[in-house]
């Protein structure tokens, strides 16, 4: 369980950057890596989000590095791997977990909101990607687990500008998957599906059922995928997508 502390400690000694760290799945991620002995780095736009994670880690008592970033912002980007390098010599373990999307008919959307999303989501995940790498090359080698989603395989209405970047983060995987491996560098990528990250008692019978897997997805699905794609020990393991999501996007759905 997440909430379980692993006695392998197999993250012991390493340093983990999560992005996105404020809620969800990568306020899940930040616990997962802390309590299973890494030093846990959290970086989120949303500073209210950050504290809130910051909190949860030290009632636990684990110290997290905490830093504000907006990864639209390549500068905000730098600075945050400044800072990294100044307190911990640098990472060992990229999840780039932040991303959002904006949900709008493709005949209304503005060019700054398509910009905003591709920004952040493709755009961030590069810059992040390639400034963690400069460091990792130093250290000997490192795991980078991009967040994509099945929205890069399959598509709802109106999600244009969320779909392409989570498509764009697949080709970018496996791209720098081959450009790293020289450095002993792995770059993976999980496609989550309905991962719930509200109140999982709420949700109704004919949500987890129409899943193959019998229900809906939770943050923890997501943190054991991460844990495999970025243990050390599973170095034969690069440039994947790992599809976690129920094995919806294997049935084919009709209406009746």
């Known amino acids: 369980m997440i909430g379980s502390k692993r006695d ?11 992005t996105g760290a404020g809620a969800g799945i990568g306020q899940a991620l930040a616990l997962a890596y802390a309590r299973s002995g890494a030093t846990v780095a959290i970086a989120d736009r949303n500073e209210g989000g950050l504290a809130e994670t910051s909190a949860q880690l030290e009632g636990e008592g684990y110290a997290a590095i905490s830093i504000t970033a907006d990864l639209s912002l390549s500068d905000d980007i730098s600075r945050m791997f400044e800072r990294m390098e100044e307190q911990t ?64 395989l399959m598509s709802e209405a109106n999600s244009e500008a969320y779909a392409a970047s989570k498509a764009g983060i697949l080709g970018l995987t496996h791209a720098m998957a081959v450009s790293l491996g020289p450095d002993r560098i792995r770059v993976n990528a999980i496609c989550p599906g309905w991962i719930d990250t509200g109140d999982y008692s709420a949700l109704r ?5 129409q899943h193959p897997a019998g229900r809906v997805g939770k943050p923890e699905d997501i943190t054991k995928a991460c844990f495999y794609l970025s243990d050390p020990h599973n170095d034969f393991v690069t440039g994947i997508h790992l599809t976690v999501d129920g094995g919806m996007t294997r049935r084919m759905i009709y209406e009746e």
């Not at 392998?8 to 999560?18: C, E, H, I, Q, R």
């Not at 493709?106 to 992040?128: A, I, K």
């Open 8 to 18: 392998d400690a197999v993250f012991t000694g390493k340093v983990v950057l999560v």
């Open 89 to 152: 010599g640098g990472i060992d373990i990229l999840i780039n977990n932040a991303g959002f999307g904006i949900w709008k008919s493709p005949y209304d959307l503005e060019l700054d909101e398509w910009d905003c999303v591709l920004n952040t989501n493709l755009r961030g995940t590069f810059l992040c990607s390639r400034e963690a790498a400069k460091g990792m090359k130093k250290r000997g080698g490192g795991s980078i687990v991009n967040l994509s989603s099945t929205r890069a």
């Open 205 to 209: 019978t004919e949500d987890h059922v």
